[in-house]
């Protein structure tokens, strides 16, 4: 990359720089995949967080002129992007989801599930929004999804499970953060097992379903993710979500529903179960990989779940 000097002299404003970060990010090869999809959006998040600006800035501040001290911050952000191959949430600590803004760090995966759409809809036309009284969100990382279930339904208690100690601090920090601590409660658990008895009207959850294959291939940016909210287990990544089907219905109401998201794993999860007609949500925006059982379909197949 071009040294400081070179840059600081040729560039002036946050809209210089951005331009100057996307040609970077595109000429060093990176990948985009956690929270942006392209290199100039990555580049305008790194720029603005270095400037301590929000992300709804008005139009006029990206030709604003920069000190000489805002253009080293700005530059040395964008240069770590391109040397540590980290995700922008990484370097920032920070992600959005929903709409809101999540604490992250390097124990939890980077918050970017299409289930987000899912639950600013309250999860119609899939369940009644004033029958729902208690969720479990299961592998919650961050505990993105449990906080934004939360907002969703306000007079609902929510259920926060990791097997990840480490991960659970970080969500923690985020339920401070939102002030939810009578209504959001974290368990750590490896996925039912410290739930007792207890039944959800929602089951959701975003697990590992990355097959081994399939992780010793990704890029580097998702290297700085832990391993364990990436491998699913077994070559195809499906064993947590095997178990996860085959433990669901005990801790499901009568009319309650499943939510898990698998991502480019359908095709074996379809494979694995081919006698199950899963329900593939539909969504405006995300790539989609999140499948819907009810309580009854489960019933249904629990003999084929259960094998």
Known sequence: ???????????????????????????????????????????????????????????????????????????????????????????????????????????????????????????????????????????????CIAIACAHAFPAAQVDASDVSGKALQVARANVARYALEERVHLVESDLFAALGNKRYDIIVSNPPYVGREELATLPAEYRHEPVLGLDGGGADGLGLVARLLREARAHLTEHGILVVEVGNSWPALEARYPAVDFTWLEFEHGDGGVFLLTARQLDEYQAILSQ
Request: charged share 20%; glycine share 8%.
């Open 1 to 143: 990359m071009e040294t400081y000097k070179e840059v600081s002299t040729a560039l002036r404003t946050p809209a210089d720089f951005i331009r100057w970060g996307a040609s970077a990010f595109t000429a060093a090869g990176l990948h985009f995949g956690h929270g942006t999809d392209n290199a100039a959006d990555e580049a305008a998040w790194l720029v603005l967080h270095a400037l301590h600006l929000p992300p709804d800035v008005p139009p006029y501040f990206f030709q604003s002129r920069l000190t000489g001290a805002e253009k080293q911050a700005v530059y040395d952000l964008l240069c770590r992007r391109v040397e540590e191959r980290k995700p922008a949430a990484y370097l920032t600590g920070q992600a959005w989801f929903g709409g809101l803004s999540y604490l992250v760090n390097e124990h939890v995966l980077v918050p970017r599930s299409a289930i987000a759409e899912l639950i600013g809809q309250q999860y119609a036309p899939w369940i009644e929004p004033e029958a729902v009284s208690d969720i479990l969100d299961l592998c919650t990382g961050s505990g």
